[in-house]
């Protein structure tokens, strides 16, 4: 079980930054990968930026060059920093942890999320 708290979302100007958090508690060793997810009005949840335990990074091609994902492991807390902030970023920000977990001679892969986020870049 993983439990997962996003903040730092708002209300931006385009071409502004925000930080986004994702504090992670419970389980948090079987985490194998964390991410950023996004879902705006009429439109699918995508996965907007990705780290892996090893540390390994990836981007929607929308978003490169403007966002970064990190972590702080002594605080079990991954970022999405987000600059230049454009109107179609818009959208509820989610953080998921993918995990794998034991249970007998099996394993499960499972997924968790937070409650989401909201981030409106507007004029």
């Known amino acids: 079980q993983v439990q997962l708290v996003e903040s730092g979302g708002g209300l931006v100007q385009p071409g502004g930054s925000l930080r986004l958090s994702c504090a992670a508690s419970g389980s948090i060793f079987s985490i194998t990968a964390m991410g950023w997810y996004r879902q705006a009005p009429g439109k699918q949840r995508e996965l907007v930026a990705a780290i892996t335990s090893g540390g390994s990074t990836n981007y929607i091609e929308s978003v490169k060059g403007r966002f970064t994902i990190s972590r702080d492991k002594a605080k079990n807390t991954v970022y999405l920093q987000m600059n230049n902030l454009k109107p179609e970023d818009t959208a509820v920000y989610s953080c998921?942890?993918?995990?794998?977990?034991?249970?007998?001679?099996?394993?499960?892969?499972?997924?968790?999320w937070g409650q989401g986020t909201q981030v409106t870049v507007s004029s």
């Open positions: 998921n942890a993918q995990c794998t977990e034991a249970s007998g001679p099996r394993y499960y892969e499972y997924e968790y």
